[in-house]
């Protein structure tokens, strides 16, 4: 995972809600085995749009999405996150997130950021931001918003944890509790 | 304290809990499929870890797979469908790959080998794994790096998501069937009413569906932004699982047995939110736009945008407000997907196609939702009453649900389809989806246009 501390960029507008995950990165493309590369492919049928919010040079080197609520719903592919992360973004920001796409940007340290709409509106035509993970608050024209995230996740993107590693350690309990599970649930053996 | 189904499920699979952090929880099954996998055995590999439970784990081929085995896929998914061979083998994981009898799509094959059971956990890298909720499951779809950690421990941390129930009383109307009490539902509380939650579906509608109903309810349980969607076991579910091939026997399915009937929402056990619908205002739904929220009764008419969303969708579907909906009309027809493409579906819309002929400008194909359905349908003559009546009678597989397979919409076709997403692209780039019924998508078939099944001569049987 990429550990998310602080990053100061460009905001990218996507005014849309309800942005699904087949839209973020086309079926055609996950076919690939590898994790990475999936960037150029971002957004792949709206960028033929010229107009498209990637296309124009005012926003070229944006590194912070600020889009509608419900962002990344339908499928769970996490080839969403990885294109987003590939592309260039550190953060995104919206009034909501799918669950499993936001459980999913957890994991990779691309900073899921929720903020009451009107902020994120706001925000939208914000220019440069700071998102500050450590204060847990954007900044944006000398005014701080304060957005909230479990303690458990933020700590864990901060020092960009390995999250295998620490479910690993509870091994004993993890055996224990195969011990008492009921003989009849079924196995593949 | 009175608990519900989900709280019941949850808190016996809850391996560790500690202050302020998310549950550990333990999986029991974890179903695999070439996509979403690949770079989570790497992941494992790169650490130097190993699969801790191949024995509860199966994987599967499924999105890529042409669904005429004579076609070769292209290289790249070959590679990738190689590449979950070779990461099975490694790690001694039973995989059901092409030709396998047991091949098909993940969610169809789990509740059909009995592997899907009430009372257990099931993880997926798939957000239709709500489907295995219809046999009392906690069932969920997951990302990649997930799938990476069930794989090495077995277990995943999660928070606890709220309790939502949807309760659904009544008889269905003649012509309405489940796929149309979770369009219903979506088109009632929206794309992210879910969000958020565990979904429990109660109710005497629920109480009377089949198995298979349940598990096409379920399945669209994403499509209303939950990740879970679950309905109490009964003697429904355990008369479906008794006999099947991973279901326990014996004293072991006495000793299940009388695990599962306690696997009810205690009365008095308190929802977080409660959405509750009358089937008897249920139709036959059909949807607009590009998400299935943008539903209407097959008998209504596109709806005037009401939003920049609305607005988008109508553009791209080629819509425009106050047309009826039995007025559009299609260029292809697809039968198949995990929502539909179990044998009940198969009937439904055999019953309606039987005798009569696809209409000449409508390319129409049925792809059974794994090879077991489509054996079964053949012991029964469907097969036949398919290609007779001019569909293409196809092998198992995602197929144009979402198109990574040759099986795609062109740019501009219209089709009705018995899947459940309809977002932009999804069948094929440009290509314009009405997600209906199977027997609203039989009839479709035949009309040319999308038509009332309960209009439709002798349709509604
Ligand atoms: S049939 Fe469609 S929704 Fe179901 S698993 Fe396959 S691609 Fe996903």
Redesign the interface.
């Known amino acids: 995972m990429t550990p998310f501390v602080r990053h100061s960029g460009r905001v990218a507008p996507l005014d849309k809600a309800d942005v699904d995950t087949d839209q973020i990165i086309p079926k055609q493309f996950l076919k690939r085995i590898e994790r990475t590369g999936f960037g150029e492919f971002l957004f792949f049928d709206w960028r033929k749009d010229p107009n498209f919010v990637l296309n124009r040079p005012e926003y070229e080197g944006a590194s912070i999405l600020v889009t509608g609520p419900n962002f990344g719903c339908g499928s769970s592919r996490e080839h969403a996150p990885w294109a987003l992360q590939d592309y260039g973004f550190r953060a995104v920001i919206a009034p909501s997130f799918s669950d499993i796409f936001q459980a999913n940007c957890l994991k990779i340290g691309l900073l899921p950021v929720q903020l009451p709409e009107a902020t994120v509106r706001e925000l939208m035509g914000a220019g440069d931001v700071t998102v500050d993970l450590d204060r847990q608050v954007v900044s944006a024209d000398g005014v701080d918003h304060r957005f909230e995230i479990d303690e458990f996740s933020r700590i864990n993107i901060m020092e960009g944890l390995d999250e295998i590693g620490l479910t690993v350690r509870q091994e004993s309990a993890i055996a224990a509790f195969e011990e008492k599970r009921p003989d009849w649930m079924p196995a593949l053996g | 304290m009175p608990k519900t189904l989900a709280s019941k499920l949850w808190d016996s699979h809850v ?2 809990q500690a202050p ?3 549950d ?1 929880l ?1 999986i ?2 974890h179903l695999v499929h070439e ?2 996998s ?2 989570a055995f ?2 494992l590999r790169l ?1 130097g ?1 190993r699969v801790r439970r ?5 994987a599967t081929m499924d ?2 797979i042409a669904t005429s085995r004579a076609e070769a896929p ?1 290289e ?2 070959q ?2 469908m190689r ?1 979950l061979e070779e990461n099975c083998s490694a790690a001694g994981i ?1 995989l059901y790959g092409v030709g396998s009898r047991h091949q098909g799509i993940v969610h169809i094959i789990g509740p059909e080998l ?2 899907t ?1 009430p009372g ?1 956990t099931i993880v997926c ?3 239709h794994t709500s489907t295995h909720g219809a046999l009392g499951a906690l069932a969920f ?6 799938v ?2 069930v794989l ?4 995943l ?1 999660q ?1 606890r ?1 709220k309790d939502l129930a949807i309760t659904v009383d009544g008889d269905l109307p003649l012509g309405v069937v489940a796929k149309d009490v979770a369009l219903g539902i979506i088109s009632k509380i929206g ?2 009413g879910g ?2 939650h565990l979904v429990e579906y109660r109710g005497s509608t629920i109480r009377d569906l089949s198995l298979e109903g349940r598990l096409t309810v379920c399945n669209m349980t ?1 499509e209303g ?3 879970a969607g679950m309905v109490a076991p009964d003697d429904t579910t355990f008369a479906y699982l008794e006999g099947r091939q ?3 026997r014996g004293a ?2 006495e ?2 047995l009388d ?1 599962w009937r306690a696997l009810v929402t205690d009365e008095g056990a308190a929802f977080d939110h409660e959405v509750v619908i009358d089937a008897g205002g249920l139709e036959p739904y059909v949807s607009w736009g590009t ?1 299935p929220g943008q539903s209407v009764p097959v008998t209504g008419r596109v709806p005037e945008p009401a ?3 609305d607005e ?1 969708a109508l553009r791209y579907m080629a819509l425009k407000a106050g047309t009826a909906i039995q007025d559009i009309s299609l260029d292809r027809v697809f039968i198949g997907s995990c929502t539909n493409a179990r044998l009940e579906d198969l009937r439904l819309a055999a019953a309606v196609v039987e005798g009569r002929h696809v209409h000449p400008k409508v390319r129409a194909m049925v792809v059974p939702g794994s090879m077991s359905v489509r054996a079964a349908a053949e012991a029964e003559g469907l097969d036949r009453v398919f290609l007779e009546a001019g569909f293409e009678w196809r092998e198992a597989g995602c197929s144009m649900c ?3 397979n040759p099986d795609i919409l062109q740019p501009g076709e219209r089709c009705a389809s018995t899947s459940n ?1 309809n ?4 069948q094929g ?1 440009g290509g314009r989806t009405h997600l209906v019924s199977p027997p609203m998508a039989a009839a479709a078939a035949i009309a040319g246009h999308l038509v009332d099944i309960r209009e439709f001569e002798g349709g509604a049987g």
């Open positions: 391996v560790r302020g952090e998310p550990l333990y029991d099954l996509v979403t690949p770079q790497e992941g650490a870890r191949p024995d509860l784990t199966l999105h890529n292209d790249i998914s590679l990738q590449t039973r009995g592997l059971q257990m890298g798939d957000s779809g997951i990302g990649t790096s997930e990476e950690h090495a421990t077995q277990t941390p928070r998501p794309v992210a969000r958020g994403i932004g939950a990740r991973f279901a326990p072991a399915w000793q299940a695990h998400n939003s920049e969303t988008r979402l198109g990574m997403r977002f932009e692209g999804r780039a």
